[in-house]
Each structure stands twice: as structure tokens, then as C-alpha cells.
């Protein structure tokens, strides 16, 4: 009874991750932010809010996981992007983004490492723990009929009413906090309760900084993640400098999602024919060369189309990364190691996100893109002949 209770985790993840992908809003809330008269350098600001939340609730958010439970972890986590939809949905002023940013943080550093450990932890339970990356790369399948439908439609429904998206959207973010509340708890291999909370974390802060091969995945993980996620954050306000259609935005991050899909999925049997190494090094000099084509052109279509193609570094770097740490991680350190990963990128985030927003009012979007690509061009150069060989 209790194995099959702990066997319905994996479908009902992969549900309550799907209903929570039914985010009409992803692909026009920075156009509703410009909308509400908001500037870009207002808009890193919120970034920077968002980031300094995530920061100050990482850490401790991964040790009541690995302590408390992760699947009151999950829930909270749930309860605090449904209060972050309903303060933008409410919003008058720019206080009230701010307030939204610290729900919305709050959200990702509840569910980051987390959701990974959980999921991670349920298959060891079954000892199936060597089909994780296939599982755990399916989910972004089963998630792609309601990216699909909440993407493509979020153009149409933002010309009805720029609220309209927020508000289906907490419609079904309810439904998955529903399913999140009737996932099972696995058990861990060492209860973090034996050790006080601060020595977990002064533990497996040791573990990365004396791992070698920890160490060099976290320094390409900031890298890389610099680039990915900073496209995919100003990508609205990239795309619409270029002047592509409002109505095309959502196609636009429909088709993206697809590629993080694909390549996600297809990573695992790229993993089994080619090395770590090789993996990593197609990732990184794959977004450098995008990026660089983005700076250069003038063309919506060609930037839109760069865009979508940063998905397929994204994708496999997704399922690599997680697949490369969480074989070198005990099970009683697996959210907390995973959620100082997190932490560090958003230390990253937190210097750099508002001097390139004050760049990119000054002067463009596309000058902050330069100054990644060329960062990203030296940690090529530091990757393949030096770092590569600690991977």
C-alpha cells in the first residue's frame, strides 16, 4: 500500500506541475508592466526584489524541505505564486509588483531543489533512481499541451483584457496546490533532523567547495545560466524593440517551449553516447554564438528565431546539470546543495540585473546581450582549456 502511495507521487508531480503551466501570463507580463508605465530599469528593480527574496529564503526554504517535509515545502510554494498572480491581478502601483516579486520569489525558492529532491527521493524509494533523468525529463513533455494552449492564446487574451491572463491563470494554479496536497512524502536516507540546521547548511556548503567536480559545475552553471536566463527574462522587451507583433509573442514562447521540450528529452540518450564534457561544451558555445547573432541583427524574425533556439542548450543543460550534481549528492543534502546552486545564480542576478536595465534604458536591450556574450566568449575559451577537464 505504501509503495503504491509513493508510486502515484511520480503522475501526480507531473499533474500538478502541468496545471501550474497553464500561465497565460508568462509570454506579456513584461508588456503589462510597460503598460503600467513601468521602465526597464523599474522592471530590473523588480528583478532585483524578486532576486534578494530568493536569496534571503533559499537556503532556509531547502533545509525545512530536507527537515520539515518536502511536500509542505511544495505546498507553500503553490500558496505563494497564487498570492503573487492575485497582488498583480490587484495592482495599482508600482508597491504593489514589488509585493508580487517577494510572492513570486518566495514561490520559486519554496519549489527550487525541492521539487528535484522530492522527485529524486520518490524514485529511490522504488529504486528506480537510474531512470531519473528519463522520468524526470518527461515532465517537461506532459507539460507541453498546457504551455501550448496558455502561450498561444496569452496574445489574444492579454487584447481582451491585459488582466484576463492572470486570472485563468490562478484558476488553475488552485487546482494544482489541490493535487500538490495529496502527494506522499518519501522517505530520506538520514533525517536532517539529527543535525542542527546551521551545520546542514555549514556542511554541505563544505561538500561543493571541496568537491572539484561540484565546483566546476557550479562556475558553468553561472555562466551559462546568465545568458539563459537573462534571455528568457528581458526576451519580451528584446522581442518587442525589435517590433514583432504583440499577437506573435506567445507563438513565439509556444515554439521555444516546444524546443526546451525536445532537446530536454532528448538529452538523456545524448548522455549515454556523449560525455558530461561534451554536453557542456556544446551548450555553452551554442548560446554564445546566439547570443552574438541576436546583438547583430535587425530583424524580428531572425531575433525571434534565435530566441527559440536558445531553448535547446536550455533543455539539455537542464537535464545534464541536474543529472551531473545529483549523482554526487547524499539524499539528506539533495535540496539543500541543489538550492545553494540556486542561490549563488541569484547572488549573480542581484549585481548584475539592475546595471543592465539602467544600460538598456539608456541605450538598448542589446547592449547588455553584448556584454553576456562576450563574458560568456572568455568562459568558452577558460572551458576548453582548462575547466573541461574537471568535468
Same mark, same amino acid.
Given at each position: 500500500?505504501? =509503495?503504491?502511495?509513493?508510486?502515484?507521487?511520480?503522475?501526480?508531480?507531473?499533474?500538478?506541475?502541468? +496545471?501550474?503551466?497553464?500561465?497565460?501570463?508568462? /509570454?506579456? %507580463?513584461?508588456?503589462?508592466?510597460?503598460? =503600467?508605465?513601468?521602465?526597464?530599469?523599474?522592471?530590473?528593480?523588480?528583478? @532585483?526584489?524578486?532576486?534578494?527574496?530568493?536569496?534571503?529564503?533559499?537556503? /532556509?526554504?531547502?533545509?525545512?524541505?530536507?527537515?520539515?517535509?518536502?511536500?509542505?515545502? &511544495?505546498?507553500?510554494?503553490?500558496?505563494?505564486?497564487?498570492?503573487? $498572480?492575485?497582488?498583480? !491581478?490587484?495592482? @495599482?502601483?508600482?508597491?504593489? *509588483? $514589488?509585493?508580487?516579486?517577494?510572492?513570486?520569489?518566495?514561490?520559486?525558492?519554496?519549489?527550487?531543489?525541492? =521539487?528535484?529532491? *522530492?522527485?529524486? #527521493?520518490?524514485?529511490?524509494?522504488?529504486?528506480?533512481?537510474?531512470?531519473?533523468?528519463?522520468?524526470?525529463?518527461?515532465? #517537461?513533455?506532459?507539460?507541453?499541451?498546457? &504551455?501550448?494552449?496558455?502561450?498561444?492564446?496569452?496574445?489574444?487574451?492579454? =487584447?481582451?483584457?491585459?488582466?484576463? /491572463?492572470?486570472?485563468?491563470?490562478?484558476?488553475?494554479? @488552485?487546482?494544482?496546490?489541490? $493535487?500538490?496536497?495529496?502527494?506522499?512524502?518519501?522517505?530520506?536516507?538520514?533525517?536532517?533532523?539529527?543535525?542542527?540546521?546551521?551545520?546542514?547548511?555549514?556542511?554541505?556548503?563544505?561538500?561543493?567547495?571541496? #568537491?572539484?567536480?561540484?565546483?566546476?559545475?557550479?562556475?558553468?552553471?553561472?555562466?551559462?545560466?546568465?545568458?539563459? #536566463?537573462?534571455?528568457?527574462?528581458?526576451?519580451?522587451?528584446? +522581442?518587442?524593440?525589435?517590433?514583432?507583433?504583440?499577437?506573435?509573442?506567445?507563438?513565439?514562447?509556444?515554439?521555444?517551449?516546444?524546443? $526546451?521540450?525536445?532537446?530536454?528529452?532528448?538529452?538523456?540518450?545524448?548522455?549515454?553516447?556523449?560525455?558530461?564534457?561534451?554536453?557542456?561544451?556544446?551548450?555553452?558555445?551554442?548560446?554564445?554564438?546566439?547570443?552574438? !547573432?541576436?546583438?547583430?541583427?535587425?530583424?524580428? %524574425?531572425?531575433?525571434?528565431?534565435?530566441?527559440?533556439?536558445?531553448?535547446?542548450?536550455?533543455?539539455? *543543460?537542464?537535464?545534464?546539470?541536474?543529472?551531473?550534481?545529483?549523482?554526487?549528492?547524499?539524499?539528506?543534502?539533495?535540496?539543500?546543495?541543489?538550492?545553494?546552486?540556486?542561490?549563488?545564480?541569484?547572488?549573480?542576478?542581484?549585481?548584475?540585473?539592475?546595471?543592465?536595465?539602467?544600460?538598456?534604458?539608456?541605450?538598448?536591450?542589446?547592449?547588455?546581450?553584448?556584454?553576456?556574450?562576450?563574458?560568456?566568449?572568455?568562459?568558452?575559451?577558460?572551458?576548453?582549456?582548462?575547466?573541461?577537464?574537471?568535468?
Amino acid at each position: 500500500m505504501i =509503495n503504491q502511495q509513493i508510486k502515484s507521487n511520480i503522475w501526480k508531480y507531473y499533474l500538478a506541475v502541468s +496545471l501550474a503551466q497553464f500561465a497565460f501570463f508568462t /509570454p506579456i %507580463i513584461q508588456l503589462f508592466y510597460l503598460a =503600467n508605465e513601468l521602465t526597464i530599469f523599474k522592471i530590473a528593480i523588480l528583478g @532585483v526584489v524578486w532576486t534578494i527574496s530568493k536569496m534571503v529564503l533559499e537556503i /532556509p526554504s531547502s533545509v525545512l524541505a530536507d527537515k520539515w517535509g518536502r511536500k509542505k515545502t &511544495l505546498i507553500l510554494s503553490s500558496v505563494f505564486i497564487a498570492l503573487s $498572480v492575485i497582488t498583480m !491581478i490587484y495592482a @495599482v502601483n508600482f508597491w504593489f *509588483f $514589488v509585493v508580487a516579486s517577494i510572492w513570486s520569489a518566495a514561490s520559486a525558492a519554496f519549489f527550487s531543489g525541492t =521539487n528535484v529532491a *522530492f522527485f529524486y #527521493d520518490t524514485l529511490k524509494a522504488l529504486k528506480k533512481e537510474e531512470e531519473f533523468d528519463k522520468l524526470w525529463a518527461r515532465q #517537461d513533455l506532459y507539460s507541453q499541451i498546457p &504551455l501550448i494552449i496558455a502561450f498561444i492564446s496569452s496574445g489574444f487574451l492579454y =487584447n481582451i483584457s491585459p488582466f484576463l /491572463p492572470f486570472q485563468i491563470s490562478l484558476g488553475f494554479l @488552485v487546482l494544482s496546490l489541490i $493535487v500538490t496536497f495529496t502527494l506522499h512524502e518519501p522517505k530520506y536516507s538520514k533525517p536532517v533532523e539529527e543535525v542542527n540546521v546551521f551545520s546542514h547548511f555549514k556542511q554541505s556548503a563544505q561538500f561543493i567547495f571541496n #568537491d572539484s567536480y561540484l565546483k566546476a559545475i557550479l562556475i558553468f552553471s553561472l555562466l551559462f545560466c546568465l545568458g539563459s #536566463d537573462f534571455s528568457y527574462g528581458y526576451g519580451q522587451i528584446y +522581442l518587442n524593440q525589435l517590433a514583432l507583433p504583440i499577437i506573435l509573442f506567445g507563438i513565439v514562447y509556444t515554439i521555444k517551449s516546444l524546443m $526546451v521540450t525536445f532537446s530536454s528529452n532528448i538529452a538523456p540518450p545524448l548522455r549515454r553516447r556523449f560525455s558530461y564534457r561534451t554536453m557542456f561544451g556544446f551548450e555553452i558555445i551554442a548560446i554564445t554564438i546566439l547570443f552574438y !547573432i541576436m546583438v547583430l541583427t535587425k530583424s524580428y %524574425i531572425i531575433g525571434a528565431i534565435c530566441f527559440i533556439l536558445i531553448g535547446i542548450p536550455h533543455g539539455f *543543460f537542464s537535464i545534464s546539470k541536474s543529472s551531473y550534481m545529483h549523482k554526487r549528492i547524499q539524499s539528506h543534502q539533495r535540496a539543500t546543495i541543489d538550492s545553494m546552486f540556486s542561490f549563488l545564480i541569484a547572488l549573480m542576478f542581484l549585481i548584475a540585473e539592475p546595471i543592465f536595465g539602467y544600460l538598456a534604458d539608456i541605450y538598448s536591450i542589446k547592449l547588455p546581450f553584448l556584454i553576456i556574450a562576450i563574458m560568456m566568449t572568455l568562459y568558452c575559451f577558460y572551458y576548453i582549456f582548462y575547466e573541461r577537464k574537471k568535468i
